[in-house]
C-alpha cells in the first residue's frame, strides 16, 4: 500500500520521523548548557561531554533532511522548524562561550542579532509563504557548527596553543559568512516582493 503522505496531491503530515528529529535537537539545548556549565567551563569530562553532545546534536540537521528528502515528507513546518533548531543551539553555544569569556560578546550579539531577526521574518512571513533556507544559509550553518565545536573543544591542552589561530580563523568564517547570508536573505526577499508586486498589477 502507498503511503497516503507519498500520493499525488496529498498532505504530508507534520507528526514524522525528520520533524520529530528537529524537535529533539531543540530539547537537548538545555542539557549542553547544563554540561557545559557544570564545571564552570573547565577543561574535564563535563567538557568534552558538552562538546560530543553539541556535535551529536547539530549532526542531526543533515540527517533529518536526508530523511525528509529521500521519503519525501518535506512539511512546511519542517521548514521552519529546521532553521529554528540550528539557532536555538548554536545561539546557546555562543551566549555560553561568551559568558565564559572564550567569544567576544559583539560577535555572538552580531550572530544573534542577524539569526533573531531573520527567524522572526519567517514567523512573520509564514502565512503568506515558506522561506527555506538558501545554499549560503545552509554553507553558513555548516562553517558555525564546525566554529563552535572547535572553540567548546579544550583542545589546546593536547594539541598546542596554535589550535586558538585555528578557532579564530573558523569562527572569524562563520562570522563573515552569517552576515554575508543575511544580506543576501534581505536581498532575496526584497527581490521576491517586487516580483510579486509586479505579478499583481
Do not use: C
Amino acid at each position: 500500500m502507498v503511503d497516503d503522505a507519498l500520493r499525488p496531491g496529498s498532505t504530508t503530515p507534520n507528526l514524522n520521523l525528520p520533524n520529530a528529529i528537529t524537535v529533539v535537537r531543540i530539547l537537548l539545548a538545555p542539557v549542553f548548557l547544563w554540561l557545559l556549565f557544570a564545571d564552570a567551563g573547565a577543561e574535564g569530562g563535563l567538557r568534552w561531554a558538552a562538546t560530543a553532545l553539541f556535535v551529536l546534536a547539530i549532526a542531526t540537521d543533515g540527517i533529518d533532511g536526508h530523511i525528509a528528502r529521500s521519503r519525501n515528507i518535506v512539511t512546511d513546518l519542517g521548514k521552519l522548524l529546521d532553521p529554528i533548531a540550528d539557532k536555538v543551539l548554536t545561539g546557546a553555544a555562543l551566549v555560553a562561550l561568551s559568558i565564559l569569556s572564550e567569544l567576544p560578546w559583539w560577535i555572538t550579539i552580531v550572530i544573534l542579532v542577524r539569526e533573531i531577526g531573520i527567524t522572526v521574518h519567517r514567523m512573520v512571513v509564514l502565512s503568506d509563504h515558506v522561506v527555506a533556507a538558501a545554499w549560503m544559509g545552509k554553507l553558513k550553518t555548516v562553517i558555525q557548527a564546525i566554529a563552535i565545536s572547535f572553540a567548546l573543544a579544550p583542545l589546546a591542552p593536547l594539541v598546542g596553543e596554535w589550535i586558538v589561530v585555528v578557532n579564530v580563523i573558523l569562527m572569524s568564517a562563520a562570522f563573515v559568512l552569517t552576515v554575508a547570508s543575511g544580506v543576501d536573505y534581505v536581498a532575496a526577499e526584497a527581490r521576491g516582493a517586487r516580483a510579486a508586486r509586479r505579478s499583481r498589477s
